[in-house]
């Protein structure tokens, strides 16, 4: 599997966070994260993330937390309807996949497989699903692995 070495800067972001077993539920709250971003004209040209922040083969199903994110700019004012935080950047494998369910869960079996392969040690942060301009429309996201 390909991947490109990357270095993510800090993002400040907005999100809508989800709590419970993993699966089409998250699609829900990104539809929800979108809805919000393109009434406040922050869709058109954007940079999401989808954020497993739980390893579901540790912690229990319905606890594991998923969110939605979307990256703003400096100067944006965030209403209640969305939460604020910062994604810390650093060094990424980044893997251009399908997005479809199949493929993603292909690629999380091979991701691990890579990393071994190459000798990169995974960081102590999220995986992350990254969506930017037309990968928002078109069938396909990057998985960016954290890495040491």
């Not at 939605?68 to 990424?92: F, H, N, R, T």
């Not at 497989?113 to 069938?139: A, F, H, V």
Request: with cysteine; net charge negative.
């Amino acid at each position: 599997m390909k991947f490109e070495v990357e270095t993510l800067p800090n993002y400040r972001i907005a999100y809508v966070r989800r709590v419970g077993p993993y699966g089409p539920a998250n699609f829900e709250v990104m539809e929800k994260l979108k809805k919000w971003a393109k009434e406040k004209n922050l869709l058109e040209s954007a940079t999401l993330f989808a954020i497993p922040q739980d390893n579901p083969e540790t912690t229990l199903p319905e606890n594991c937390r998923f969110d939605a994110s979307i990256v703003l700019p400096d100067d944006y004012q965030v209403d209640d309807s969305v939460l604020e935080g910062e994604l810390s950047g650093g060094k990424y494998l980044v893997y251009e996949v399908k997005h479809t369910a199949d493929e993603i869960q292909k690629a999380y079996t091979e991701i691990f497989q890579s990393l071994q392969r190459n000798g990169y040690e995974m960081d102590n942060k999220p995986i992350m699903e990254k969506y930017i301009g037309d990968m928002i429309n078109t069938p396909y996201c990057e998985i960016c692995v954290p890495v040491k």
